[in-house]
């Protein structure tokens, strides 16, 4: 079974302190790797998407980047704006056929205090 | 482009009423997902559409929840009867999926539901 566990739970700010959200996993084959963001009364919104380890990818203050165990999400210098709950979900190949299901983790909520 | 559409937004009822959710996914998007997040949790998958064939409802709870997508567009989610834990957000969201894999999913606002 496709497992995803994020860490920490809730991380907390000051304006320009940078720090990294971590998203470990277990997957039978990863098709993809995904990073949501998630503000209070809204659904996901989509950041990321990393398929093979060593891979990176950036948007604006936010850096993902991926092993073949866990990804990592750099936030650089965050502001206020940031502030919101960070999803991982992995895409499984042994899902199969057109079995395009994501598997989230809990997320992590992010505060950043200005 | 318009995103994928939910309503009602809110919706509160009482243990063993019944209610349904109704979503329009984007347009040309073949793939229709319902997912449940309950309180401080990610969302977890309830049911997969590839067009209006079901690709995934192992964990749907089929003695209380049923979904359709008839025509392949619109789905509508029901829960008859309901119980306490069901409260939870309810989210819809859509995909491509041309068969590459690594489609991104685009998901709806939600519906929030409160079983009293």
């Known amino acids: 079974e496709d497992q995803v566990t994020q860490s920490p739970e809730a991380l907390r700010l000051q304006e320009g302190e940078s720090s990294s959200l971590n998203c470990s996993y277990t997957?039978?084959?990863?098709?993809?790797l995904f990073w949501y963001r998630q503000d209070p009364g809204k659904g996901p919104e989509f950041l990321f998407t990393l398929y093979s380890a060593g891979e990176e990818k950036e948007k604006e203050r936010l850096k993902a980047t991926l092993t073949k165990k866990e990804s990592f999400l750099h936030i650089t210098a965050p502001k206020p704006e940031d502030s919101a709950t960070y999803l991982c979900a992995v895409q499984a190949a042994s899902s199969g056929g057109s079995n395009y299901k994501l598997t989230f983790g809990k997320g992590t909520l992010l505060t950043v205090n200005p | 482009e318009a995103g994928v559409a939910q309503s009602p937004r809110y919706k509160i009822i009482e243990k063993r009423q019944s209610v349904a959710f109704w979503c329009n996914p984007i347009?040309?998007?073949?793939?229709l997902y319902w997912y449940q997040q309950i309180l401080g949790q990610g969302p977890k998958l309830l049911i997969q559409?590839?067009?209006?064939?079901?690709?995934?409802d192992s964990q749907l709870p089929k003695d209380r929840f049923s979904a359709e997508r008839l025509k392949g567009v619109d789905s509508t989610l029901k829960i008859q009867p309901a119980k306490l834990e069901d409260s939870a957000v309810y989210l819809c969201a859509s995909s491509s999926n041309r068969g590459r894999g690594g489609e991104k999913l685009f998901f709806g606002s939600g519906t929030q539901l409160s079983v009293l």
């Open positions: 347009s040309g998007h073949a793939t």
């Open positions: 997957v039978s084959g990863l098709r993809g």
């Open positions: 559409f590839q067009n209006n064939g079901v690709v995934d």
